[in-house]
T-cell receptor
Framework: KNQVEQSPQSLIILEGKNCTLQ??????????LRWYKQDTGRGPVSLTI?????NTKSNGRYTATLDADTKQSSLHITASQLSDSASYIC????????FGAGTRLTVKP | SAVISQKPSRDICQRGTSLTIQCQVD?????MFWYRQQPGQSLTLIAT?????????ESGFVIDKFPISRPNLTFSTLTVSNMSPEDSSIYLC???????????FGNGTRLTVT
């Protein structure tokens, strides 16, 4: 069983709408959690990093949250744009890096 | 952030042949990794490429199948040997300054084995 579970597996929203992606993990000990964006045909790019003491961090229209007690993180995208269409991957660093399978987001006009 | 050039971007190969993938970084980096990403799956770490010494392989991956070279701090190659259709996947090179730094990825090599 993967120690980093992401949901939903895929998501389709209309341009301008908001959405929230989820990441639950069982990895221990915890060092940090990163959200990556992977455009089709490209390598993943880091969006944000969350450490144990951080609850919320924003990067433009992206806001990540972390609840270290329940081992859950979310990535909220505000006012979605067509260019947000991509896979979003949650990566938890412990003694090594554990990757989630990603959420495939499609933003339609 | 590091700029990573990965070649080839894609290839179609016949069963039983080998393909060498190159990864060139525009700056010296300590940590360099090779990942595999199968459709709809997580990224899976194949090995850590160590400069001047043998690569460190993850469980399920062996040097005979995936030989890796890293002659200096800016370049590495991954060879997929004696390929079978099960090796069809995207192979990604990535680098990081240290454990707490983000990974920077190449754009990947999409390999199809027929």
């Amino acid at each position: 069983k993967n120690q980093v579970e992401q949901s939903p597996q895929s998501l389709i929203i209309l341009e301008g709408k908001n959405c929230t992606l989820q990441c639950n993990y069982t990895v221990s000990p915890f060092s940090n959690l990163r959200w990556y964006k992977q455009d089709t045909g490209r390598g993943p790019v880091s969006l944000t990093i969350m450490t144990f003491s951080e609850n919320t961090k924003s990067n433009g229209r992206y806001t990540a949250t972390l609840d270290a007690d329940t081992k859950q993180s979310s990535l909220h995208i505000t006012a979605s744009q067509l260019s947000d269409s991509a896979s979003y991957i949650c990566v938890v660093t412990s003694n090594d890096m554990r990757f989630g399978a990603g959420t495939r987001l499609t933003v339609k006009p | 952030s590091a700029v990573i050039s990965q070649k080839p971007s894609r290839d179609i190969c016949q069963r039983g042949t080998s393909l060498t993938i190159q990864c060139q970084v525009d700056s010296q980096v300590t940590m360099m990794f090779w990942y595999r990403q199968q459709p709809g799956q997580s990224l899976t770490l194949i090995a850590t490429a160590n400069q001047g010494s043998e690569a460190t392989y993850e469980s399920g991956f062996v040097i005979d199948k995936f030989p890796i070279s890293r002659p200096n701090l800016t370049f590495s190659t991954l060879t997929v040997s004696n390929m079978s259709p099960e090796d069809s996947s995207i192979y990604l090179c990535s680098v990081a300054r240290d454990r707490d730094s983000p990974l920077h990825f190449g754009n990947g090599t999409r390999l199809t084995v027929t």
